[in-house]
């Protein structure tokens, strides 16, 4: 034992011990519910294609591994360089984030303090109202139409002075509507021009629409317009976390800016440089995957589901207060979905084997009982 001089102060003359504060509003942070991985089941909720990654792509990260004891590149240079020479844009307007994800967060910390609002439509990606409240914007969620796709008309009049960042989801996650080249430029031309306007297309490879404009075409028309990208979908690099934005200039110079150093990791960056270079085998992957989403859709929809419009890899049933039973039935059938209580469920499209096995679930689930 120390002699009592060395011992500190004595227990009874020592300051009460205190909790560590944490901001109290964290308490109400709602949790990101991921899709559930369940052994011995078939997992259609989150939206990952079922074939693995891309030809040459388990390679290119073996590789890429042998270096895992060095940092990555920290502005993730060769993958820009590819994806300027993939999307025929300036290198200067492209941002890689650590998923697109990471990128949504980015965009709210470089347009909003507590007392500027971000803008989204609800339901839609279950991060925008996570990620706004984790960087302490204001929100607005604007209500989807009752085709349960994206409402422009009321977006736009959500817009106040305030507004610096409006998050238009297109397909929409988790209900599939797209919105159509002649509603959208409505809206854009509608958008004072210093709000920030992003268009997460998360989904862009699975649009088979014409009409659905592309979001990096409408960057290069106007110069509030951010495109977010992903390569965690039709890429099938979910594990990997490399998501991508092309918008003005400054706006991705102060997205890099904001970025956790090192965040795009370098295995990250290989796989998807590796990803572009099999666009062949991707978009054959989409095209049988949009097949699929029809037939699935068709089948849904003849056994009494209202299933909306989906240009994306997955449809939506509005089960509302059934959701969770559907979840339950689906489970027990070794089928996951993703359901929202009282609201409804998203499926992923897969193969056709596996979408047989959803359907075969739906079937034996009473809709009116
Ligand atoms: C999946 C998804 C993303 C994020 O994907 P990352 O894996 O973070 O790249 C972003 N937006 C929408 C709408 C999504 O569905």
Request: hydrophobic share 45%; aromatic share 6%.
């Amino acid at each position: 034992m120390l002699p009592a001089a060395k011992r500190g102060t004595p227990p009874e003359q020592r300051e009460p011990r205190m909790t560590v504060r944490i901001r109290p509003d964290l308490d109400q942070l709602p949790a990101y519910v991921a899709g559930r991985t369940v052994a011995g089941s078939l997992k259609l909720a989150s939206n990952e294609v079922s074939a693995g990654p891309l030809p040459g792509v388990a390679e290119a990260v073996a590789c890429a591994a042998a270096d895992a004891h060095r940092y990555p590149d920290i502005g993730a240079a060769r993958l820009t360089e590819a994806l300027a020479a993939h999307l025929d844009v300036d290198l200067g307007r492209i941002a890689v984030g650590c998923g697109s994800v990471a990128l949504c967060e980015q965009l709210i910390q470089i347009t909003c303090t507590a007392e500027d609002t971000v803008v989204y439509p609800w339901r839609s990606f279950e991060a925008y109202p996570i990620l706004s409240r984790i960087v302490g914007a204001t929100e607005v969620q604007v209500p989807l139409t009752a085709e349960h796709a994206v409402d422009l008309d009321a977006m736009a009049a959500a817009i106040t002075p305030r507004t610096r960042l409006v998050f238009v989801c297109s397909p929409n996650n988790p209900t599939g509507p797209a919105l159509r080249r002649a509603e959208l430029e409505r809206f854009l031309d509608s958008v004072p021009s210093d709000v920030l306007v992003v268009f997460d297309e998360a989904y862009r490879e699975f649009v088979t629409d014409p009409d659905v404009p592309d979001g990096v075409e409408l960057t290069a028309r106007y110069d509030n317009v951010l495109a977010l990208r992903t390569f965690s979908k039709a890429y099938g690099l979910a594990g990997l976390r490399v998501g991508y934005a092309i918008g003005p200039a400054h706006v991705a110079e102060a997205l890099r800016k904001v970025c956790i150093p090192f965040s795009i990791n370098a295995l990250g960056q290989a796989a998807a440089i590796a990803s572009l270079a099999a666009q062949d085998e991707m978009r054959a992957r989409c095209a049988a995957i949009t097949a699929e989403r029809v037939r699935v859709r068709d089948e849904l929809i003849a056994l009494g589901h209202a299933v909306p419009e989906t240009q994306a890899n997955f449809v939506w049933l509005p089960l509302g207060d059934r959701a969770g039973e559907f979840n339950e039935h689906c489970l027990a059938e070794r089928v996951v979905v993703r359901a929202f209580a009282g609201s409804g469920a998203r499926i992923t499209i897969g193969d056709a084997a596996e979408n047989d096995l959803l359907l075969g679930a739906a079937k034996s689930f009473p809709l009116h009982g």
